[in-house]
């Protein structure tokens, strides 16, 4: 069964030099924050996805969980209500560990949320499931989505992001070599790393871990990439000749993940990575979010000024995606 993306977010975003930002390589950033608003950053490319394969089964409740500011929860909300399906969210933690931002917006667009202890995490596949058995009792049929989307079919929106990426390069003539993103549940990187590999590898893309160290994503990478493999006809759709046990071989090789930027962990901000969102947003006028974009961003100018053993060493035009995150600042009261 081959899955054709809904039309969800505004595509194709924008990629644009960084002039006033100095740096001794040429960047350029990929406006994935530009996607929409409330369906915004890179969850609504993997939403895209997601709800078509969810309508073509015939779902009528979707259920997700992620943390209490979840951009992802937020979006899929959002999604579910432009498709007139029913949502329930699962956050970790309680009404009051978190307040505005994503949060404020789940209220408005009136969901049910189930607050999950995040001792609780471990399990929050199970607590779904037992909450898709009620609703299956009323006859309705559900759709769970993991945390962040990063699953088989929710990697597709980052495949054809890949495309977009390559069909700029044709259209301008510029060559980026080098494509860097956030890496928070993995689904972004997978799809940009197996669009590459569709596409001829023309570039070397590389993740910044934001919350888990390195090893911990490239395993759970190479898990969601092999998901993805088994959606033949989704793969065809984009890359008729493709070679896919070429490709799954390939998954077992090393990925570009990057230790070093994550701090204390997840949504946990440092002053290194506020203070570089300070800087590009006193240079550029662009926004980073302290969760995600602000650490992967601050991390891809570490290696840059790095002298020794930098993974940008050969690396000249460097792409940066901006997956977006903006109502999560919102909910910090204190930046550090
Ligand atoms: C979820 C998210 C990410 C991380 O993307 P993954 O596909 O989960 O690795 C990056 N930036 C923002 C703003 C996000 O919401």
Redesign the pocket.
Known sequence: MQINPQKLGNFPTPIEPLERLKTSKNLYIKRDDYSGMELS???VR?LEYVMSEAIQNGAQVILTAGAIQS??CRATAAACRKLGLACHLFLFGDQASGQGGNLLLDHLLGVPITYVDPQDYDKYLEIMHDQAKVYQQEGKKTAIVPI?A?YGIGNFGYIKAYKEIIAWEEATGKHLDTIVC????????AGLWLGNMIYGKKHKVIGIA?ASDADTYKKRIREILKETLKYDHTLKSFQPDINISAIAQEIDQDFIVLDGYQGKGYAIPYEASIKRIQMVAQTEGIIF?P???GK?FHGMMCEIEKEHDSALLSSKNILFIH???LF?AFSFEKWF
Do not use: R
């Not at 956030?182 to 990187?189: D, L, M, P, R, Y």
């Open positions: 950053g890179n969850k993997k951009n992802h962040g990063s956030t890496v928070g549940s993995g689904g972004t990187f934001i979010d969760v995600y974009t992967a997956t977006g995150g999560g």
